[in-house]
């Protein structure tokens, strides 16, 4: 028993590292090109690097230490997991505007080259609204309303597979509706709105749906606080990101209304 202990532990601290060395690489990697950035151009904003720093600890904090390990046996914990890691975690990153830094920091024509690779009709696709949507929104209620949610807890391989898809789709997700870096293809505010509006709607039913009918082998206490943690935690970060696409479209609308040079004063 206590061999089986230990190599199960050991097997659990290889997924921590394996999930966690992204992070690790691209923390990393912002920091170099913030100081490479800086040593030719105007100073990147300190409150973007901050973001930075900040998201790549909520991830970090949920994928390795005390609380990655309460995720497998506490939904609860595993609900404060989903909110850092697919919610405030893609949210930061994406407002320290990573692919503006990547494409000030190299080469020009390697920053042409990338930037023709972002409007490729592939990316344009994936950070539709809809489809980022439905990846994101979509893909947790395929994670809770069906056995994968337990299979997740079984298989190495498909615990860090979901854990993946958790933080891309909700960056994708984020930066669909908010643009902070480069974005090709930009679609109106009102479509945009309209999306969000139905995608926070899905996802709050879906905390009802777990508060009422619990993934199977989670007992009804931990379903109803896991539940109400996806609500309440949930709408926290929800109302961040429909302030900053109402503050986008406002700042849009006020440019068009008072072309530059013209103030209301």
């Given at each position: 028993m206590h061999s089986h202990e230990t190599h199960s532990q050991n097997f659990s601290i290889i997924v921590q590292l394996i999930l966690v060395l992204p992070f690790l690489i691209s923390f990393f990697s912002y920091i170099i090109a913030v100081i490479l950035s800086n040593q030719h151009k105007k100073q990147w904003p300190y409150i973007r690097l901050l973001f930075w720093i900040l998201g790549h600890i909520c991830a970090i904090v949920t994928?390795?230490?005390?609380?990655?390990?309460?995720?497998?046996?506490?939904?609860?914990?595993?609900?404060i997991g989903h909110l850092l890691l697919g919610m405030l975690a893609p949210l930061l990153i994406a407002l320290a505007a990573p692919m503006?830094?990547?494409?000030?920091?190299?080469?020009?024509?390697?920053?042409?080259?990338?930037?023709?690779?972002?409007?490729?009709?592939?990316?344009?696709?994936?950070?539709n609204p809809i489809i980022a949507s439905i990846l994101n929104v979509g893909g947790l209620w395929l994670l809770y309303t069906t056995p994968l949610y337990n299979l997740m807890h079984e298989?190495?391989?498909?615990?860090?597979?979901?854990?993946?898809?958790?933080?891309?789709?909700?960056?994708?997700?984020?930066?669909?509706?908010?643009?902070?870096?480069?974005?090709?293809?930009?679609?109106?505010?009102?479509?945009?709105?309209?999306?969000?509006?139905?995608?926070?709607?899905?996802?709050?039913?879906?905390?009802?749906?777990?508060?009422?009918?619990?993934?199977?082998?989670?007992?009804?206490?931990?379903?109803?606080?896991?539940?109400?943690?996806?609500?309440?935690?949930?709408?926290?970060?929800?109302?961040?990101?429909?302030?900053?696409?109402f503050y986008q479209w406002f700042k849009s609308t006020r440019s068009s209304i008072f072309p530059k040079g013209i103030t209301t004063s």
């Amino acid at each position: 028993m206590h061999s089986h202990e230990t190599h199960s532990q050991n097997f659990s601290i290889i997924v921590q590292l394996i999930l966690v060395l992204p992070f690790l690489i691209s923390f990393f990697s912002y920091i170099i090109a913030v100081i490479l950035s800086n040593q030719h151009k105007k100073q990147w904003p300190y409150i973007r690097l901050l973001f930075w720093i900040l998201g790549h600890i909520c991830a970090i904090v949920t994928l390795m230490g005390p609380l990655a390990e309460l995720t497998h046996v506490n939904f609860s914990a595993h609900m404060i997991g989903h909110l850092l890691l697919g919610m405030l975690a893609p949210l930061l990153i994406a407002l320290a505007a990573p692919m503006t830094l990547l494409l000030r920091s190299i080469p020009v024509e390697m920053a042409r080259h990338i930037s023709c690779i972002l409007r490729n009709s592939f990316f344009s696709f994936v950070r539709n609204p809809i489809i980022a949507s439905i990846l994101n929104v979509g893909g947790l209620w395929l994670l809770y309303t069906t056995p994968l949610y337990n299979l997740m807890h079984e298989s190495p391989f498909l615990f860090i597979l979901i854990h993946i898809h958790i933080f891309l789709a909700g960056y994708l997700f984020t930066v669909a509706f908010i643009y902070i870096d480069p974005t090709p293809h930009q679609l109106s505010y009102v479509f945009r709105s309209s999306v969000l509006l139905v995608a926070l709607t899905a996802h709050s039913i879906l905390s009802k749906y777990i508060y009422a009918y619990p993934p199977n082998h989670v007992s009804t206490q931990q379903a109803e606080q896991g539940a109400m943690i996806m609500y309440y935690g949930g709408d926290a970060v929800e109302i961040v990101l429909v302030y900053l696409l109402f503050y986008q479209w406002f700042k849009s609308t006020r440019s068009s209304i008072f072309p530059k040079g013209i103030t209301t004063s």
